[in-house]
């Protein structure tokens, strides 16, 4: 496991445990699996790539323990165009970023624009308007599909 992952599980540990909650022996199983890898992912690939753990964890014990994961700040969830929902791990280095989203194959380009988001305060304050969060997608054809 990477630094930030024993990281993030022992961030978690803590905020399960003051909220009294533990974090079971599949719920690390799913947390290791998901801090694995950055990138954009189905609670379906969490399952399958958690099974090699625990063959015995469930669809629904996946979809619980993501629901804790974006609650306690350490999963965001995104559904694109397809509706689909994607999980995406939040370390503790994770930037903000936009998404690129190619309607043909389905590919995911994470992009970080500094004018984009010195413009988007720019309106925000002309409209006297205090942005708490946002997200941009872009939608259209990679370079690959075009």
Do not use: W
């Not at 559904?79 to 998404?99: K, T, Y």
Request: hydrophobic content about 35%; aromatic content about 8%.
């Amino acid at each position: 496991m990477l630094k930030h992952e024993e990281e993030n599980i022992a961030n978690l540990r803590q905020k399960l445990r003051r909220s009294g909650l533990k974090l079971t022996t599949q719920r690390e199983s799913i947390c290791k699996t998901f801090f694995a890898k950055e990138g954009h992912r189905t609670a379906e690939e969490i399952l399958l790539e958690s099974r090699q753990f625990d063959a015995k964890i469930s669809l629904a014990t996946i979809y619980r323990t993501l629901k804790l994961l974006q609650e306690f700040g350490f999963a965001k969830a995104h559904n694109f165009q397809d509706g689909q929902a994607l999980f995406e791990p939040v370390f503790d280095n994770h930037e903000h970023h936009d998404h690129l989203i190619c309607t043909h194959c389905g590919a995911i380009i994470e992009f970080f624009d500094e004018q984009i988001e010195i413009l988007q305060s720019k309106v925000a304050r002309a409209h006297d308007f205090k942005i708490t969060n946002h997200k941009m997608e872009l939608y259209g054809l990679c370079k690959k599909c075009q």
